[in-house]
């Protein structure tokens, strides 16, 4: 190998070094947002099913569990007119 086709090689290789740090950057950064939308539905989850809890918590305390069946996902789908 001569020189010139060293330095040619070496030029090559730099550039894929840089376009698989710009990569890398990007998918950190992607990687980071989708994270901390993960955190976020994850809280909202959360007070969703605290809320859900707390009215089910109340519902018995007022003696209304059981007095009407809810229906499975199906039942209800059966029920919607399109």
Do not use: H
Request: hydrophobic residues 25%; proline residues 2%.
């Amino acid at each position: 190998m001569t020189l010139e086709e060293a330095q040619e090689r070496i030029l090559e290789m730099q550039e894929q070094i840089d376009n698989l740090t710009t990569e890398r950057d990007s998918l950190s950064q992607e990687n980071e947002t989708l994270r901390n939308d993960s955190e976020n539905l994850r809280t909202l989850n959360q007070k969703y099913f605290n809320k859900l809890i707390a009215q089910d918590i109340e519902n018995d305390d007022k003696g209304t569990e059981g007095d009407e069946p809810v229906p499975t996902c199906e039942e209800f789908a059966t029920t919607l007119e399109i």
